[in-house]
């Protein structure tokens, strides 16, 4: 299968992969649906990634998507713009100290963010503020200690490991994924429910190597390297291992799991 | 809910959890079922603890279950005959010597099996000899690597890699689950399918929390505390702070999570 992925495809393996593109995208969204007219808070939006698909999936309703970064903010205004999206509504704060009253939303959506806050049952707290009675949060996160893989490799997940004590240190926790049920729990919230997302890559799907455990995976440890030697967790050697041996699980015959958790609940 | 779950429940309640009591087995056989007239082989039955489970979802299939064991062959005629099954056919035979002529059934069922050979191809392209050509297959196996959980810890991690080693010296591999693609395509198969089976159990899945996290998972794990011990893979303080740690993810707030692997594919 790798091989066909160089070199090219005929029409159907072309209309497969573009189908296996969007897997990612349909397993962490295809049930995000905001009514028309609902006014939705993305807390955390950065450059845009999601709010572009949340935008498009619920074209009635109006989002506003804060980031405390200017500069993703405008990346994110531009990825909107480009979509011709016009339901959003960008603004600069921070997700401890946002500028609206109690109860303004109807809904709350937070992916990829709670991974890099110190206190992130504060920050859902926080958010629930925003809801009014009845209104509903979803947050998404990944879980870098839920990857594994075949060939199995130690020096990958000392590469791992790596990345996830970088993050740390810096404050947040990159295996919060699995923790999101106890999270909305303690922040109080009702009706919580998580639903695991498990991203399965083996040699019948090579858009999946390609996109997600090349692209999206062993890039996101790679881009650690510098930080990682200089921190002294482990050695240039040990992690270029690591990095050859995600390579590896990228062949035919590799597998390579990850799994991403999606909870909502009430206020 | 773990008070809930001691104390009691009322009618409601009692019948949340027997739909979830079923949970394991559905989310494993819900997608297995052979045509009336089918020659079903399933290899290594074991006591039969999915024997009845096939031959009930299959009624007018006839099953051929093998096993090495005359022991175990004993106790899976005793649960078949418990449960009024009348298509179940019982044989001792060796799963790389079995006594049955080539292209015999048209399927073959494999569960819990190749994590104990130590030649798990060649034991699928030996039950693929067995296949009438387009005949179909059916590989089921766990992976004590996929094992994860909130609270994490250390000590939990080093008691379930004991299991693994163990597991390991007996010619096993514990954590085969994620090399079902693989070893399918491996043993010159066609048409493989592999789907994860997650098992996901937070505070508000009680009766997994009850059935898996402690009676299946940590209870396996104990299981094996003499000859770890006895191995000097890890002391007993070790042992036993893994096994504490592994109860206390099924507390409320606790989370586990659990991978099985389903391939099928034709011969």
């Known amino acids: 299968m790798t091989s066909a992925y160089v070199h090219g495809y005929d029409d159907r393996e072309v209309e497969r992969l573009q189908d296996q593109a969007g897997t990612l995208v349909d397993l962490l969204h295809h ?35 804060v980031d405390v970064s200017a500069a993703s903010l405008a990346e994110a205004e531009r990825r909107v713009a480009a979509a011709g999206l016009e339901n959003v509504t960008f603004q600069q704060a921070d997700i401890f100290d946002l500028p609206f009253a109690p109860a303004s939303f109807d809904h709350v959506f937070v992916c990829f ?48 490991r790596a990345q996830i004590e970088l993050q740390a240190r810096a404050g947040g926790d990159a295996n919060i994924g699995r923790q999101v049920y106890p999270l909305l729990v303690g922040a109080g919230f009702g009706d919580v429910r998580v639903s695991p997302r498990m991203v399965y890559v083996d040699g019948s799907r090579p858009a999946l190597i390609d996109g997600f455990t090349r692209k999206t995976f062993t890039a996101m440890i790679e881009g650690v390297r510098a930080p990682a030697l200089a921190a002294g967790l482990l050695d240039a050697e040990r992690f270029d291992a690591g990095i050859r041996a995600l390579h590896r699980t990228a062949e035919a015959d590799g597998v390579f799991c990850y799994t991403f958790f999606k909870g909502t609940a009430t206020r």
């Not at 890099?116 to 859902?124: K, S």
């Not at 009845?134 to 870098?144: A, F, K, P, Q, R």
């Open 113 to 160: 963010v709670l991974e890099h806050l110190a206190r992130p049952v504060e920050a859902l707290a926080a958010l629930g503020q925003l809801l009014r009675p009845g209104g509903s949060i979803t947050v998404i996160e990944g879980d870098h200690g839920s990857a594994y893989f075949h060939p199995d490799s130690d020096a990958a997940h000392d590469a791992i």
């Open 31 to 65: 049930d995000t649906a905001y009514p028309a007219g609902s006014a939705v808070l993305e807390a955390g939006c950065g450059v845009g990634a999601q709010t572009v698909t949340l935008a498009q999936r619920s074209p009635g309703a109006r989002f506003t998507s």
